[in-house]
Every structure is written in C-alpha cells, then in structure tokens.
C-alpha cells in the first residue's frame, strides 16, 4: 500500500477549489498529475480558461499547471487518493454546518474502491473525520475503514491574500487512521512542502490542533479589542499604548478590528460545539466571540459621537464603507464582519455605500444583498470608514481619502491605515 500511495503515477484528485482546494491542486500538480473537482459548474469553466476570481493563482500560472479541471464525478473514479478542501462554515445560531462536508463524503464514497486513501482538509471539530466521515464512507461505500480504505487529516492553512506564506512553506501538520497511513499522508505532503510536516499521534489531535491555532488568534484579538474600548473611554490611543507594551519581549502584536472570515470567526464555535457535546461550556472561548462580534456595533455608535461632536446633522447622511473582504488584500467575504459594521448604519437610516475594488460584485449581491460601487464621489460623503486595510487603500494619501468627503465630515478608521493626527477616530 505505501509503495502504492507515494508513487506519482498514482492519480490524485482534489475535491473543493477555493481559496484551499486550487492551491494545493496547483502545487501537486508540479510534480504528479492532478484532478480538481468541484461541484459549482460556474467555478470550473473559468478556472478552464485560466481566470481565478479568489486570486491566489496569477493568470500565468495556469499555462503550466497539470490539472484537469471538472464538475464530473466520473472524472476523479479512477484517483487513488482524494483530498477534500470544502468549506466547514457555521449556520445561523452558530453552530458547525457539515452539510458540505457531508455531500462531498458520499459523492466520494459512490467511487470509492479498495486501497483508497480520502484525506481531509477541512476545519472540524475533533471527532468528525473519522466518527461522521469514516462511518459515512463505510455506510455508504460497503466497505470497511482501516481494511479496505483509509483516511488521513491535514488541516489547511492557507492565508487568502498572503503572497509570502503558501501552500510550500507552511508547514503542514498530517495524520492517518493507522500509524502506516500516517506515515504516508506525511510523506505525500512533504513532496510539495519545503517547510516540512509535523506528525500528529492521531487524526483527533490534528483536528484540535487546526480549531484552537485560530481559537487563540480570535481571542487575542477579542482582548485587544476590549483593551481598544477601554482606552477610548480613558480618552488614550490604542495604538500608542500597543507601541509601548510592545517594547517588552514577549508581549504579543496584535491589533483590534473586526473579526471574521471562514476561520477566525468560525473555528472558535466548533470546538465549542464539541465541548458542550461532552458536557463542558467554555466560558472564555465563547466570550471572545461575543466581544468580536459586537464591535460592528461599537465603532458606530462611536462614529454617530464623533458626528455629534462635529454637528452633523443625522439627516440625510451618506456613508463611504472603504473594504468589504473579512480581510486585507484578498477578495473573500465569507463571514465579513464589515456587513455588520453596513448594516448597523442601515438601522439608523443612514445611506451607505460599498468601495472594494477585489470584491467580486455579484458574489456581493448574492450574498448579502450589496451592490459595491465602482468608485466613490467626490464630496459627496458625511463618513468615511477605511474598514479593511488593502494595499490600494495605502496607496491613497490622506488627502485623496478626504476628498471623498464632504467639507465637514467624519473619517473613521478601523485597520491603523493612517496616523491617529489624520483621522477623527479609531479603535
């Protein structure tokens, strides 16, 4: 079976090619043949002409790349190993929504044979790969789990947007359903991974691993995002006291802002979910989330202060919202807090209008009913928030920013894109 699995005659075939699954089929493909499989039709006729709308793979590198692309079950029957990358999102009381995770594992078990590895990728909780997963492909498939197929978890960690940090130099944590299947999940990922791999003991420790990784970054920042309230009320900067205890050596960077995306903003209630399934309640844990959460709330209630301050008029007010993505320098808006932060101003009857030039503008619509402009007017805007920190929005000076306002107007900014003496206010 080892012998087997490594060989790179073996046909892989990479389920889900988003922002996780098309890199990790890129970076296969540059030493082994490759099938990249997704169910959304729309998605693989443009990644067949060589357009990527996440933008993690430049229209250049398509001309090399070793991958068939299709949304044909049939095409990927023959692979020996599969690796699933579908999202893990969570549904609207915040608990973990398989249901894609779910499909992709019975499409796989209608093809799965004897020898087969079906390695996943996807954020769980621990437990899920093989106690959901497992059981599925063995109720569906026919066939028995450690005997005639096997499983293996890696979990992504992909940065959307971050040039410098991809598939190849990040390490990768593997693990196998048996210690000979984790030796060769290992193995299959150090071939593409020069920053080398770390073995798990078991699948249930990879799993944990991936959920509290961003766990901890969503609570430093909820921290830091209470820290940010409590310095405003003290009439302090933020930022000017963060430069400050950043002089000690150990002292964690982080800065405050709204906190969301398909694993920040979703990792903490998955192991939360597991937790109160085995009878605990984490207290800590789901106490970030709530501090993260209400920060849309918090920065405009700040800003409608700041209006008060500046006496302007809460008649007719017409606000510029300067980044949509959950994150800088990508173009993903799963679980972007930033349409909290939209439609808090909505409640208050204040006219908004949406500026992300990586933002896909139908995708916009679709998803939260925004029609993102293409570029904002001139004097036409009573606010100015700069919500995400795109390099496009560096770029501008102070004075272009500005200028989108009206003569007297409140520019607010919640990403540090400016210096405190330029903007009226920010976390």
Request: net charge neutral; with cysteine.
């Amino acid at each position: 079976m080892y012998d087997k699995l490594i060989e790179k005659e073996v046909k892989l075939a990479v389920i889900g090619l988003g922002y996780v699954g098309l890199p990790l089929a890129v970076e296969f493909s540059k030493i082994r043949s490759v099938v990249g499989f997704d169910i959304n039709s729309k998605r693989i006729n443009e990644l067949s002409r060589g357009n990527d709308t996440t933008l993690e793979i430049e229209k250049h590198e398509f001309k090399s790349l070793n991958i068939k692309f299709t949304d044909s079950i049939s095409e990927i029957q023959e692979s020996k190993i599969f690796i699933v990358t579908v999202p893990t999102p969570i549904n609207e009381k915040k608990l973990p929504d398989l249901e894609p995770l779910i499909a992709a594992t019975k499409s796989i078990s209608g093809i799965l044979k004897k020898g087969d590895l079906v390695i996943f990728e996807s954020t769980v909780f621990p437990g899920a790969t093989e106690d959901i997963c497992g059981q599925l492909l063995e109720k569906e498939s026919g066939l028995t789990l450690n005997q005639d197929f096997y499983l293996g978890y890696s979990p992504e960690r992909i940065n959307p947007g971050d040039k410098d940090h991809k598939v190849a130099n990040i390490m990768k944590v593997t693990s196998g359903s048996t210690q000979e299947v984790a030796n060769i999940v290992d193995k299959l990922y150090s071939s593409i991974v020069s920053a080398g791999t770390f073995q798990a003991r078991s699948i249930k420790v990879a799993e944990a691993a991936k959920v509290i990784e961003n766990t901890q970054r969503d609570l430093n920042i909820a921290l830091i995002n209470e820290l940010a309230i409590i310095c405003n009320k003290l009439n302090i900067d933020t930022e000017e006291v963060l430069e400050a205890a950043e002089t000690k050596w150990n002292f964690l960077s982080f800065r405050p802002g709204l906190v969301g995306g398909h694993c920040i903003g979703v990792d903490p209630y998955y192991l939360s979910h597991k937790a109160i399934s085995m009878g605990y309640k984490p207290e800590i844990i789901l106490s970030g989330r709530k501090i993260n959460n209400s920060m849309g709330v918090y920065i405009v209630e700040q800003i409608k202060q700041l209006m008060y301050e500046k006496t302007i008029s809460f008649t007719n007010i017409n606000v510029l919202i300067m980044g949509l993505t959950f994150k800088e320098n990508c173009s993903d808006i799963r679980n972007t807090l930033v349409v909290d932060l939209i439609n808090k101003f909505i409640d208050v009857s204040f006219n908004v209008e949406v500026f992300d030039p990586l933002v896909n503008h139908n995708k916009a619509f679709l998803d939260y009913g925004i029609s993102p402009i293409i570029r904002p007017t001139k004097g036409k805007y009573d606010v100015i928030v700069l919500a995400v920190a795109h390099d496009e929005f560096k770029k501008m000076s102070v004075s272009d920013i500005k200028a989108f306002g009206k003569k007297k107007h409140v520019l607010y900014d919640v990403k540090y894109l400016l210096n405190s003496k330029d903007v009226d206010g920010r976390l």
